[in-house]
């Protein structure tokens, strides 16, 4: 929980910071311009997967299991071999990017966005070089590089990505060029992050030198770099479908709307920039939750290599509880607030920004349901049963394309179609991943009790804050009445799960400051008989005891 500490006030900074580079963006592009923006996004994102998605996770767990083991010399030997895998996909990834553009944004039903494509495609080998790095360091449950580069990112993003597409719409007046700036920015973002850790792991090279030779025999870099692919390649495709589904789904829609409901390009890629700006506000709350299970993933493996049972039930039952802690008053608070919240958000586009609230009213049902799903991978890559995601996704995934493919082409229902079955997707994978997630861990508390809890909580603070800017709109505009509205619905929500139960003793004394916090808020820790502290293998010694350190 300090590792995802760490990386959850990072996020909190780079969502802020990322905050602050869309909505200049979104003010001052138009939707249209924005779709292609956003259309880059999701050509760059396969290929990111590809490079990225399954072998930071593998290198993550390798070198942990290793260090766990006191195999030092061996963790090094999987970054080497990670390295040089992450650093030729890299560079693949970004050759098919530049060469490919033009066949890439016509198959996505949006030519327009080919110079954006082009612009973004450095961006696949710097964040593929960064991954080999973040997951060496979270496999040491050194979360720190990774929190600072991603800050150094977002603050470069904001001023160099802004920057240049204010000076583009200044001087040559292009919202489709502006958006190429925009994207150009993220380029040199990420390889100013990718520098940065660089550094930092020759300077750990250095300070590793110093601790005592580790005469462990290593194993071959041949059966290493087979081990990282077996482990990864269906992590990568798990998380690949997303990606993919996203794109397929573009390509759908564009040609649904066009093809069948009658609309024109133009009227097809505002309907695009429109749903790319509520998928933007959905995804943020979902970032919240990866520092949880970036940060589960290396522990949890390191005590199932422990035989440690008892903390193996303890770490997934504290993850899922957090993980919903955030995702479920997420869901309720972007429902009722959407409309004020996308005012805020598109100030200067008040007819995008209704258009985007009506979407996001239904996407945000699925926030609860897709923050799930990191830490649910996580607990079942964690016991070596990484195809059950693959699977579990591709029933998900196949559902929401047919249902999009229906619904999309209906003129009254439109981009609607896809925010509908974005849910009903989400909400199918979820199940089927908790499904086996029981047979793994059988004594793991259940996740309806922790969830009871939990949505009286998010149902309280969501009446009260509800009305709290409802009283505010008499005084207020709506879109500044639902700031003070949400800063009460935080407080609120923090009484109500202590009040209610929905946190535990142990779940907030894990957290840095933790003792402080649970006597802050009163919350009482339970009284355990000596008995039952005998019989507990994380403190009667040995590898448990160790850790829990």
């Known amino acids: ?22 909505i200049p963006l979104a003010n001052f592009i138009s939707a249209e311009g924005m779709s292609y923006f956003y259309g880059a996004y999701d050509i760059f994102t396969i290929f990111l997967m590809l490079s990225t998605a399954g072998l930071p996770i593998a290198v993550s767990r390798m070198v942990s299991t290793a260090y766990t083991m006191g195999r030092r010399r061996e963790a090094d030997q999987v970054f080497s071999v990670a390295f040089w895998l992450f650093f030729g996909l890299g560079l693949l990834g970004c050759l098919v990017m530049l060469f490919g553009s033009d066949q890439i944004a016509r198959l996505l039903g949006k030519p327009g966005a080919a110079h954006t494509i082009v612009a973004l495609a450095p961006t696949a080998f710097f964040i593929s070089v960064m991954s080999a790095l973040r997951g060496y360091f979270q496999g040491r449950s050194n979360m720190l590089p990774t929190a600072v580069s991603q800050v150094i990112e977002a603050v470069s993003k904001v001023a160099i990505g802004v920057g240049l597409a204010a000076y583009i719409i200044r001087r040559y007046d292009s919202d489709a060029w502006a958006a190429v700036g925009a994207i150009t920015g993220v380029s040199i973002s990420a390889a100013l992050g990718m520098t940065y850790l660089a550094c930092y792991k020759l300077r750990q090279r250095r300070k590793d030198r110093s601790l005592p030779p580790d005469s462990n025999a290593l194993p071959s870099r041949r059966d290493m770099l087979l ?15 997303l990606s993919v589904l996203d794109f397929v789904d573009s390509a ?24 790319g700006h509520a998928r933007k506000l959905f995804d943020l709350p979902g970032a919240f939750v990866v520092p949880i299970s970036t940060s589960l993933l290396p522990v949890l493996s390191g005590a199932i290599v422990s035989e440690d049972k008892h903390s193996v039930n303890h770490i997934a039952s504290v993850s899922m509880r957090m993980t919903l802690l955030i995702s479920i008053p997420a869901s309720v608070g972007m429902s009722l607030f959407a409309g004020p919240i996308c005012q805020l958000f598109l100030f200067n586009r008040p007819e995008v920004a209704e258009g985007a609230a009506s979407l996001l009213r239904v996407l945000a049902i699925a926030i609860a349901f897709n923050s799930t799903l990191f830490t649910t991978n996580a607990i079942l890559q964690s016991f070596g049963r990484t195809t059950r995601p693959v699977v579990d996704m591709a029933v998900g995934a196949v559902v929401k ?20 079955s974005t849910a009903i997707a989400y909400f199918l994978i979820m199940i089927l991943n908790l499904i086996a997630i029981r047979g793994s861990l059988p004594r793991m508390d259940s996740v309806v009790a922790m969830a009871v809890p939990i949505v009286v909580s998010a149902g309280v603070m969501g009446a009260v804050s509800y009305g709290v800017y409802r009283g505010l709109c008499g005084f207020l505009p709506s879109r500044m009445a639902v700031i003070p509205a949400i800063a009460v619905a935080v407080v609120v929500y923090a009484l109500a799960i202590v009040l209610f139960r929905a946190v535990s003793y142990d779940d907030v004394a894990m957290l840095p400051k933790g003792e402080t916090i649970a006597r802050l808020l009163h919350v009482k820790k339970k009284f355990r008989p000596r008995h039952m502290h005998q019989k507990d293998p994380v403190v009667r010694g040995g590898k448990g005891k160790h850790m829990r350190q």
């Open 1 to 22: 929980m300090k590792g995802a500490a760490i990386l959850s006030a990072s996020t909190l900074l780079v969502k802020v910071l990322g905050l602050l580079f869309s």
């Open 252 to 275: 759908v829609l564009m040609d649904r709307m066009k093809m069948v409901a009658g609309f024109t390009q133009d009227q097809a890629d505002w309907f695009s920039g429109v749903l």
């Open 401 to 420: 394309i047919v249902i999009s493919y229906f619904l999309t082409g209906i003129p009254e229902i439109n981009v609607m179609g896809s925010a509908i």
């Open 227 to 241: 081990s990282l692919v077996r482990f990864a390649v269906p992590i990568t495709l798990g998380a690949c479908f």
